[in-house]
């Protein structure tokens, strides 16, 4: 690793504070200290603000355009969610402020459903507490069901944001969702992705649906570069310019050669690998 190598940051079962004890680390082997070899730090020693929330804050970004692309308002549009994570409690809160109803969400212990929409903002001060699931949560109106029980509810966004294969081929025909957000990473097996285009639903996948957190981490290593610090404001005004971008590429791709939002990423992605190795030679 090394801040002009590999670069970690935080995922499942880390935190910033580990974050913080990689760099020190490796600084203490090269007699200085090195911001830049990790992303996700404590903002205190060369973290980037709206770091932490930028993956659900992509997600929710992405949502906006895909439904604005489809002709859905935000407001009151049925969303549910699955994962109370990071991604998926920040996703929640963001789609709450924009005026979504998240009817669904849950955790490890189970889920919570209430066709009126939950109070989110009093889940996730449940949540906030360490060690607090939703199994031990209560509001009127809510019902209990388990994970897969909300895969499968009659929403308009459907949002897995907690562990990979939550969609597979043995689930894939329940899915009642008209628009599929991936946060987690692999959350839809392949198999299920088959079933779920014959099915013409509209998915964006994880390589670009929860990038808000990696193009997060880019802005976090050139501000330690620098030495020059933005503020929250300057973070989500480029982070949502950097996703309007892809999508918008993404999209259009997609449109042009009648291929799912997956495929047109891949394709994308393919075509820059490629065109970099032939501008930089043999020895590429």
């Known amino acids: 690793i090394g801040p002009d190598k590999d670069i970690p940051a935080p995922d499942v079962g880390s935190t910033p504070?580990?974050?913080?004890?990689?760099m020190d680390t490796y600084s203490l082997l090269q007699g200085h200290t090195v911001t830049g070899v990790v992303t996700g730090k404590p903002v205190q020693i060369g973290g980037s603000l709206g770091r932490g929330e930028a993956t659900g804050r992509g997600v929710m970004l992405y949502i906006k355009m895909i439904l604005s692309k489809l002709g859905i308002s935000m407001k009151g549009t049925t969303v549910a969610v699955q994962g109370m994570g990071?991604?998926?409690?920040?996703?929640?809160k963001h789609l709450f402020g924009e005026g979504m109803?998240?009817?669904?969400?849950?955790?490890?212990?189970?889920?919570?459903?209430?066709?009126?929409?939950?109070?989110?903002?009093?889940?996730l001060k449940h949540v906030s507490v360490r060690g607090t699931l939703l199994s031990t949560y209560q509001e009127e109106g809510m019902q209990r069901l388990s994970n897969q029980e909300l895969l499968s509810l009659p929403v308009t966004v459907l949002v897995p944001a907690a562990m990979e294969n939550q969609i597979n081929a043995d689930n894939g025909d329940d899915i009642r969702a008209k628009v599929i957000v991936e946060g987690a990473n692999g959350p839809t097996t392949a198999e299920a992705d088959e079933i779920l285009n014959q099915k013409g639903i509209v998915l964006i996948p994880d390589i670009l649906a929860n990038a808000g957190g990696v193009i997060a981490s880019y802005f976090e290593w050139v501000q330690d570069m620098q030495y020059l610090f933005w503020t929250e404001e300057e973070v989500n005004s480029k982070l949502a310019q950097y996703i309007e971008t892809a999508f918008n590429a993404v999209y259009d791709i997609a449109e042009e050669k009648g291929v799912s939002l997956r495929?047109?990423?891949?394709?994308?992605?393919?075509?820059?690998?490629?065109?970099?190795a032939r501008l930089r030679g043999n020895w590429a």
């Open 17 to 22: 504070e580990i974050m913080s004890w990689i």
């Open 101 to 123: 109803k998240v009817v669904a969400v849950s955790d490890i212990s189970g889920g919570i459903y209430n066709p009126d929409g939950l109070n989110i903002p009093a889940i």
């Open 86 to 92: 990071n991604v998926g409690s920040i996703s929640a």
């Open 263 to 276: 495929t047109g990423a891949y394709l994308i992605a393919i075509k820059r690998v490629v065109e970099a």
